[in-house]
């Protein structure tokens, strides 16, 4: 196996407030925004209607997973 780097993402990951997040990816035209919602949300004690549900990270790697 080669130590050369084949692929390296290039993204950005903006922390607007708490939880809730803007994320530029290669590709995608418009940003993706991640945050909390039901079960997760209230795991984290996150009060609801402080931050716009949106998917987590552990949905994107858990899609990414199935895929």
């Known amino acids: 196996m080669s130590d050369e780097v084949v692929f390296r993402s290039k993204m950005q990951v903006e ?3 708490g939880p809730y997040r803007r994320v530029h990816m290669p590709v995608e035209k418009e ?3 991640l945050s909390t ?4 949300a209230e795991y984290y004690k ?7 549900a949106h998917s987590t990270t552990l949905d994107y790697l ?3 997973g199935a895929g």
Do not use: M
């Open 62 to 64: 858990v899609a990414a």
């Open 37 to 40: 919602h039901s079960e997760i």
């Open 46 to 52: 996150h009060e609801p209607g402080v931050h716009p």
């Open 15 to 17: 922390r607007i407030k």
């Open 31 to 33: 940003p993706i925004y």
